[in-house]
């Protein structure tokens, strides 16, 4: 059972681009987390979504941010206009019950 | 407040020594409990899930007091490969927070 997949590992933008960030749950998981860690820092919640359902984004900022998980195929965070601050290891997890997490092995964004 | 705290440490304790980390959570309506531990750049994995009436697994311990709102996690003859850091992990409503961790170093 493949665990919870993540790409791209290290994505590398410049001030103003579009950043996609890619998340396959595990097999049989519905619920997917979106988390962001800055170095020395712990993960702060962004977003947490069901199949084609946003159910919280309370963590995600307004602008620029967006996230969806389509009936077919990985869940997906957006950043559009990436700036400095945005540069993070962004982690995804799954659960197949709202209960425990699994975490996949995250998405490095550097911004230039 | 924040959601959780951690004694952010460092610890740095010798191989075979035993080191307990506590975590408290500032809202009484948390349902559920976790420890998980993270290494260097890399992602969070479970320890383990904590319960009401303590949970061992190996040699590792988990303790919930919900009157204090403290959770505990006590490793017994720590080794080499538990130098991580630790993460407090508390459920309210929808979302998980994470406390930002405690670092153990085991000292050959």
């Known amino acids: 059972n493949a665990g919870v997949m993540q790409n791209p590992r290290h994505l590398v933008r410049r001030r103003g681009q579009e950043a996609r960030l890619r998340c396959s749950p595990m097999k049989g998981h519905s619920h997917v987390y979106w988390y962001r860690q800055l170095p020395e820092e712990g993960l702060k919640f962004m977003v947490y979504l069901q199949k084609e359902n946003i159910i919280d984004e309370s963590g995600m900022p307004k602008e620029r941010f967006s996230a969806e998980f389509p009936k077919e195929g990985p869940s997906i965070l957006r950043i559009q206009q990436v700036v400095r601050g945005d540069s993070a290891a962004y982690f995804c997890?799954?659960?197949?019950?709202?209960?425990?997490?699994?975490f996949g092995e995250g998405s490095r964004l550097t911004v230039l | 407040r924040k959601e959780v705290e951690q004694d952010p440490g460092p610890f740095n304790v010798p191989e075979g020594a035993t080191v307990a980390f506590n975590c408290t959570y500032s809202?009484?309506?948390?349902?559920?409990f976790f420890w998980y531990r993270q290494d260097c750049r890399k992602e969070p994995k479970l320890l383990m899930s904590?319960?009401?009436s303590g949970n061992e697994d190996g040699r590792f311990t988990a303790q919930l007091n919900r009157a204090s709102q403290y959770i505990s996690l006590l490793i017994r003859d720590s080794k080499l490969s538990d130098s991580a850091t630790y993460l407090c992990v508390v459920k309210t409503g929808n979302q998980f927070y994470f406390g930002t961790g405690t670092s153990l170093t085991v000292i050959p």
């Open positions: 997890a799954s659960s197949p019950n709202a209960g425990e997490l699994f």
């Open positions: 904590v319960y009401s």
């Open positions: 809202n009484s309506a948390s349902q559920s």
